[in-house]
């Protein structure tokens, strides 16, 4: 049954006018033209077989459902070698605070837009830092509300704080910049307005610069504060599962696709070799990331620099900020292609590589949503492509599986730095539903914005989703 057939069956006879019936008459006919178009062009290129195949389309199917198994065991087994490495042999606990060979000064930069009812917070918590000599530069980017009478009161009762000014709403990277320049020291931590960081959390970050020249950049370990709702919940194990898990394989591979936006320090001298971070860039992390490993410098990862955050618990606000994420990657993409072509950028070609083909899963995905309706409710599609259900056959099952054996690997690892944090597994059931969803259409649609967006725009502050509390 048709799309027509199932509006007739479902309607009393005579209550619709002729008219009526004649216009679905010519949808009806139309329909079918175009469905037997489909079916003799399909049939045209497997004559031809110029382009398309009953082994292409075979290939995209198997590619869309074995590729994230591949990555996911590829980023648990990267996960496990980093943690029995790295981390099991620690003989410190996250809460004490690693001896370092020297203690050099460090600025602390906070960019605020709209940060009133945190900023306080933020800046009252970061003063408890456990290291001998920071400074705390706060440069408010052109907030509407009263974020700039809470730095100038705290600046007033905390010498270690000093605030700067925007009339006008700039953008991150421009805010970051700014406190860069006006920095008084080498060592620069940056964290969001609304962020917490740990006491220890300088101190762990500092011992790679130490020990490490080659070191430009050193990423924290976000946590998440929001946990009122299920999607709430459900990004405390994503931020293990995913982002922790994917940065410690990536540490394997020797090169990471981002520092947290939230949360990294960097060696300043860096950043002048590189021109600071890019003014028209929608993901100034992922960008400053690339630039300062394409120019040979390392960035690590420090799971023990722990920085409490807050985080989207609405679909609307997660759609938001994904969609900012893929297109700021689709950017980043877009701009270091010809960079990548290089033999001494040998070193970015698994990251571009792996950043590439999720693209690429991410569109084979629409295209399986795409002929799933057309031929469910539209037109009759050639048996090849047509596909009878989206519903999770035993393929489904054993990703399901692969999924939940992932959170399991990094919520154990995690668990080190958080106690009790094993109590979100019981809602990780959901994760595929509610983010794999998402990430397909934001990665979609990034890539898409990323190619239509006019060259040299300026990125610019947009209050996010900061959840529910």
């Known amino acids: 049954m048709d799309l027509i057939d199932l509006i007739y069956s479902n309607v009393k006879p005579g209550t619709l006018s002729p008219v009526v019936y004649e216009i679905t008459d010519i949808l009806q006919t139309t329909l079918s033209y175009i469905s037997k178009a489909l079916a003799n062009g399909y049939d045209s290129f497997l004559v031809g077989g110029t382009y398309l195949s009953k082994n292409t389309i075979h290939f995209l199917l198997d590619f869309a459902f074995y590729y994230p198994l591949f990555m996911a065991y590829l980023w648990m087994i990267g996960a496990l070698i980093y943690y029995f490495h790295w981390e099991r ?3 410190y606990q996250t809460d004490q605070v690693p001896e370092l060979s020297s203690y050099p000064p460090v600025s602390i930069i906070i960019p605020c837009h709209n940060e009133g009812k945190d900023i306080t917070e933020t800046i009252e918590y970061l003063l408890h830092q456990k290291y001998p000599d920071f400074e705390i530069i706060a440069v408010n980017d052109g907030s509407t509300d009263d974020s700039l009478e809470h730095l100038i009161r705290l600046s007033h009762q905390h010498k270690q704080v000093r605030v700067i000014n925007l009339e006008h709403n700039q953008g991150k990277a421009v805010a970051l910049n700014t406190g860069a320049l006006f920095s008084k020291h080498e060592f620069l931590i940056c964290i969001d307005g609304d962020a917490l960081l740990a006491p220890e959390a300088t101190a762990w970050m500092m011992r790679h610069f130490l020990n490490g020249p080659r070191v430009a950049a050193v990423t924290g370990n976000p946590r998440i504060r929001t946990r009122s709702t299920l999607l709430g919940k459900i990004q405390v194990g994503e931020f293990s599962a995913i982002i922790g898990l994917i940065k410690r394989a990536q540490r394997i591979y020797g090169r990471l696709f981002t ?3 939230v949360v990294a320090g960097f060696r300043k001298s860096a950043l002048q070799r590189v021109g600071y971070w890019s003014n028209d860039m929608l993901t ?35 759609w938001r900020q994904r969609l900012r994420w893929a297109q ?3 950017e980043v993409l877009l701009r270091y292609f010809r960079k990548l072509g290089l033999w001494k ?11 590439f083909i999720s693209v690429f899963w991410s569109y084979t995905m629409m295209l399986t949503f795409v002929l799933w309706i057309v031929g469910y409710f539209f037109v009759d599609l050639p048996e090849e492509l047509f596909i009878p259900s989206l519903l999770p ?3 489904g099952v054993l ?3 692969t999924c939940l054996l992932q959170f399991a690997i990094s919520l154990a690892i995690d668990s080190r730095y958080e106690k009790g944090i094993a109590r979100v597994y019981y809602w990780m059931i959901w994760y595929p539903l509610a983010y794999w969803i998402i990430a397909v259409f934001t990665t979609f649609v990034g890539l898409i914005k990323a190619l239509l967006k006019k060259r040299n725009t300026r990125a610019i502050w947009t209050s996010p989703d900061r959840g529910i509390r």
């Open 89 to 91: 042999k620690s003989s």
């Open 259 to 261: 520092v947290s936006g």
């Open 284 to 318: 100034e992390d992922i960008d400053i990331s690339w630039k300062l490993q394409l120019d040979h410098w390392d960035i690590r990862y420090e799971p023990n620099a722990l920085c409490w955050i807050l985080m989207p618990e609405t679909y609307r606000g997660l």
């Open 328 to 330: 700021g990657g689709s």
């Open 345 to 355: 950028s040998r070193r970015m070609w698994p990251v571009y590589l792996e950043y």
């Open 393 to 395: 056959s035993w393929g």
């Open 399 to 401: 990703l399901g599986m």
